[in-house]
């Protein structure tokens, strides 16, 4: 369920091969030539094949058509169109690509309730690593793991968009079929606010 791109931008509408042989769900992809693009997200929980994220920000989700020409992925490519962090002309670009694998990964989206009886997101399987952001704010990325805390609540907290330091944050934890929320915080469990999440 994760393959490794590598291609050269030609800056006009084309087509990469991603080898999963299903849909990715998520891709990351980096303008490896240019030091001033973004980490860019393709993410289906964001709901549109025009959304994308950054994630070495703080930025809410965004949209436009310069991405991925409001096209989904298909079982063999995805679509980049004309914006330098994705198909700048001549600049070299890495991307990685996950599609599903049931009982070792899921990608998708919940809704916060706003309560410290927070949501239960559904994965099918006891998760090992979580990476989440509310996609409706401007919030850090967040990454919790079985390792660095090994029982319930997962309250140690990394920030991929930033060089903070680990920090204790408001716990979540881990269940036999997916993970549950434990506060009413923005950042994670805001009311009504959405949330994208990569688990395995």
């Given at each position: ?116 009886d ?19 704010g ?45 506060d ?17």
């Amino acid at each position: 369920g994760f393959s490794i791109v590598s291609y050269t931008g030609t800056g006009s509408l084309a087509t990469v091969g991603h080898g999963l042989g299903v849909a990715p769900k998520v891709i990351l992809y980096k303008n490896r030539t240019s030091g001033s693009t973004d980490w860019g997200m393709y993410h289906t929980g964001l709901g549109s094949n025009n959304s994308y994220m950054s994630i070495n920000t703080t930025n809410a989700v965004s949209s436009s058509t310069n991405r991925f020409n409001n096209t989904a992925p298909t079982s063999s490519v995805y679509t980049i169109n004309t914006h330098a962090t994705i198909n700048e002309s001549s600049s070299n670009f890495i991307a990685y690509c996950f599609a599903e694998k049931k009982g070792y990964s899921k990608f998708g989206s919940y809704t916060g309730n706003g309560n410290a009886d927070g949501t239960f997101v559904y994965l099918g399987f006891k998760p090992a690593f979580v990476i989440f952001k509310n996609s409706t704010g401007a919030n850090n990325w967040n990454m919790r793991d079985n390792k660095r805390n090994t029982y319930n609540p997962t309250n140690k907290n990394l920030y991929p968009n930033n060089s903070n330091a680990e920090d204790t944050a408001v716990s979540i934890d881990f269940v036999s079929n997916g993970f549950k929320l434990r506060d009413s915080a923005d950042t994670w469990n805001g009311s009504g606010n959405t949330y994208i999440y990569m688990a395995f």
